[in-house]
């Protein structure tokens, strides 16, 4: 499957008010979508955290590094953000919480969708689903020869428990272009997303990848001597626009 034009992608994970999760993902899915890809965003898919009722999780992509400090100029001075920022700053405790990514090689970038994204207050055509987002923190870079250890070694195994990895990104080290809106440069970072139909095809995948003798005794170890942390994983419903589903 083609990959989206997404050469650069942010992951931003925004802490929110106690119950203004609901009133930001309406602003942001009615005004916050078109706007930004008429200026050259791309608008990859917002989500809700299942297991943080208050963080607002999204992802937005860019052609390039370049096109990114423009397009982010274009939005944030631009009308549609200066109408609706105090309405959407008021739901937000922090929104820095923000990797900068890029696919981790030819074939892991976000596919491009199979459908139009539903218009406002339109029922998506595709059933819910679930994205798991996994964040693997290293000691270091995670170089070529860890993308192919996990293109090859890695990857079937997380098909074959039923997890194929729909898109899989790496830390871009390039200089923030738009130091109005800070990320996070202190990780190095390989992010990997599957789809979900729902939570228990979630439940069984880590069953079964539990209970996988390759991941455990082969996998898993070699995996292990890259984390400097234990891995972060994000259980992501997605909004009723998100392109992403």
């Known amino acids: 499957m083609e990959a ?16 203004q999760r609901d009133v930001l993902i309406d602003l942001f899915d009615r005004e916050f979508i078109e706007s930004q890809e008429a200026v050259g965003a ?13 963080r607002f999780v999204w992802l ?17 001075r631009g009308p549609v953000w200066q109408a609706h920022r105090e309405e959407a700053n008021a739901t937000m405790i922090d929104s820095d919480d923000v990797l900068l990514l890029r696919p981790a090689s030819a074939r892991g970038g976000f596919p491009v969708p199979e459908g ?3 218009a406002p207050g339109e029922r998506a055509s ?10 693997w923190y290293g000691h270091g870079p995670f170089d070529a020869p860890f993308v192919e250890f996990f293109e090859q070694r890695v990857r079937p195994v997380l098909a074959e428990a039923g997890g194929e990895p729909l898109a899989y990104l790496r830390s871009e080290h390039a200089p923030n272009t738009y130091p109005a809106l800070p990320v996070r440069t202190d990780d190095e970072v390989f992010v990997w997303c599957a789809r979900f139909s729902d939570e228990s095809h979630l439940d069984d995948y880590r069953n ?3 209970h996988s003798e390759h991941w455990r005794e082969q996998v898993l170890p070699a995996l292990s001597e890259r984390w400097a942390r234990a891995p972060q994983q994000l259980r992501l419903a997605p909004t009723a626009r998100s392109i992403l589903r």
């Open 42 to 54: 791309t608008v990859l898919g917002q989500f809700r955290d299942l297991d943080d009722p208050d």
């Open 60 to 76: 937005r992509g860019f052609e390039n590094m370049a096109r990114r400090a423009e397009a982010l100029e274009s939005f944030y």
């Open 126 to 135: 595709s059933p819910p689903s679930l994205v798991l987002a996994t964040i």
């Open 4 to 19: 989206l034009r997404s050469p650069v992608v942010e992951l931003r994970q925004y802490t929110l008010h106690s119950g």
């Open 116 to 118: 139009a994204r539903p």
């Open 208 to 210: 079964r990848l539990q």
